[in-house]
């Protein structure tokens, strides 16, 4: 072959190249302008929505008694041993600390309602209550009736936009505005994220006036009643 023909080839070779280069070129440059057009997957402000659960005492719960507080929504399962052990510890050491102040109210939501009966919601959620002494209105777990996974599923991928599973479920804290909209959602692992948490909350509160009273929840389990003097050892 001579030289002729190989600079040819070569510069044939060349031109494919700078054709193909400059086709996957605009592709890309064509799918990021499609992407900017689009709206963010999971934009803050949109409506959680309606969903009915039941409580660790079995009663059916609305996310319509949450209309006009302020509310943080969070995942778990009461067989894991590690990450929802600690995201549930940071639950409780914010209602006992630095939020024990403040009208807000969180909603625990259990990913294995097949386990997660309310009887066993009850026992898991006293742990918390007892150990570092929070107010249980202030602190709702819930579950799915009769162990269905679907109405679970649903409130995660629906409503919260989030992904379900017991792998999969997510660490995260989605704070919720009184109007019932998502406002921000934040890792539960770093503190940094948890600090950001506490400034969003802080900020909504002030700017919509939500009251204390109204952490006050009709959920919470009533006093116990009083025992009757013990009998005195003449009777």
Known sequence: MNRAVMAWLGLLVAAVAAYG???????VDSQRQQQSQQPPANPYGYPVGRFQLVDAQGKPFSSEELQGKVWVASFFFTRCQSACVKLNNRIAQLLAGD????????VSISVDPENDRPEVLQEYARHFFHQYDVDPGRWVFLTSP??????????CQENFKVAFGKVTHSD???LVDAQGRVQGSYSSTFDVEVARLKRKL????????TKPDQTQSSRKPPAAKKQPAAASAKE
């Open 99 to 106: 939020l024990k102040e403040l009208p807000v109210v969180f």
């Open 202 to 209: 802080k900020e909504l509160l002030s700017t919509q006036g």
């Open 146 to 155: 009769q162990g269905s996974v679907e109405p679970i599923k649903r409130v």
């Open 21 to 27: 280069a400059y086709k996957f070129t605009r592709k």
């Open 172 to 174: 995260r804290f989605m």
